[in-house]
């Protein structure tokens, strides 16, 4: 037999508390708050729309506002004739600095010149879509803009576009 003397003695009783330190009881609310952002579609694709109207020509730019690395989304550029006569020359330009972030870049119509597409003669009421197909090449925020020039008027939006890893 063992006597009391051979035994180790007992652990104190010692009531258990969590003990966190400034950094983590600052971290730990923004971690409870990203799965919430996740679940309301924060960090999810997203589309935005651009309108303008220069001279005769009203146009509308739909747009991916957020995408993930390497998705195929597509900018669509829809130009409506709004004037009672024919509107002979539009032209289309999206800047390079906001293509460039993108790869597999695939225009329709196809460009006359790098990222600009030349429209012939569109009758009153008449529309035209211009579509540019993409696929996400370079993470963070990408801005640019896009132009509609029409019978020697311009009018432009801007475009931007956040790519998530």
């Known amino acids: 037999m063992t006597s009391p003397v051979d035994q180790p003695p007992l652990p104190p009783r ?18 409870a708050v990203l799965p919430l952002l996740a679940l309301l579609g924060v960090f999810g694709p997203g589309q935005q729309t651009a309108q303008g109207q220069s001279g005769g020509i009203e146009w509308s730019v739909e747009y991916p506002s957020r995408i993930r690395y390497a998705q195929i989304e597509r900018v669509t550029v829809q130009l409506t004739n709004r004037s009672a006569a024919p509107i002979s020359h539009i032209s289309l330009g999206i800047d390079p600095d906001y293509i460039h972030a993108f790869t597999d870049v695939a225009f329709e119509p196809q460009p006359t010149s790098p990222y600009r597409v030349d429209i012939p003669a569109l009758g009153p009421g008449e529309s035209r879509l211009v579509a540019v197909e993409l696929t996400a090449d370079a993470y963070g925020a ?3 803009r896009i132009s509609v020039e029409a019978d020697g008027t311009s009018a ?10």
Do not use: K, M, Y
């Not at 009531?15 to 009881?25: F, G, M, N």
């Not at 432009?156 to 890893?165: C, I, K």
């Open 142 to 144: 990408h801005q640019g």
């Open 156 to 165: 432009d939006a801007q475009l931007s576009t956040f790519v998530f890893p």
């Open 14 to 31: 010692i009531a258990p508390r969590l003990r966190l330190h400034r950094s983590e009881l600052i971290g730990l609310p923004s971690i």
